[in-house]
């Protein structure tokens, strides 16, 4: 009889999908709300996008006890910054800090993959997109989770982001407007829930522009 050893692992995945487009003047941040584990679904309705500032948001898929320290180191960091600074973190300030908080914890990472979306200085839309270990670039548009296997070629092919090796650089935002980006965040979700049994129940969209924050919802399938 072979021998049977107890394994325990200090990370789990808990699925779900995140997708962020940035625009000439708005970001759309989704994810759904769907925490499993195996094939147990632990809750339908759990949020996995936190506003970190007036114009950031995060959204964050992996293991979400991870994310919930990582959420929670982001915010005291950015409670310091506004007692020095008196101001709120601009969006790329906020992308750096993320940076050097995974970085931070490389030998034993957050296992948490995040996409940061928001407006920068100028009021253009921006999305940063991370590995587990803070290597991040800014980008038009980008989707972390279960679901990003499905969704980045659907994006690839509806929005074609220009090579970063072209000169001289061009913007990386989307040409779409606002209500054809949010169109086609749905069409997205709707999508990979089909195939990704880690995605669903409901779909939570977040809308930054120059007039605030808006959040939309839409059911996704449930089974």
Sequence with gaps: MTKQQANWSPYDNNGGTCVAVAGADYCVIAADT????????LTRDYSKIIKLSDKCVMASSGFQADVRALQ?????????????????????AMGQLLSNTLYYKRFFPYYSFNVLGGLDNEGKGCVFTYDAVGSYERVGYS?????????M???DNQLKSPSPLLLPAKDAVT??????????????????????????DKLEIVVLNADGIRREEMDLRKD
């Design 34 to 41: 769907r925490m499993s584990t195996g094939y147990n679904i």
């Design 72 to 92: 929670k180191v982001l915010a005291s960091r950015h409670l310091i910054y506004q007692h020095q600074h008196n101001k709120q973190m601009s969006c790329p």
């Design 143 to 151: 989707s972390q989770g279960s679901g990003s296997t499905l969704i």
């Design 153 to 155: 070629p659907f994006l």
């Design 175 to 200: 040409p779409l407007s606002e209500s054809e980006a949010i169109d086609l965040v749905k069409t997205c979700f709707a999508s990979a829930t089909e195939r990704d049994i880690y995605t669903g």
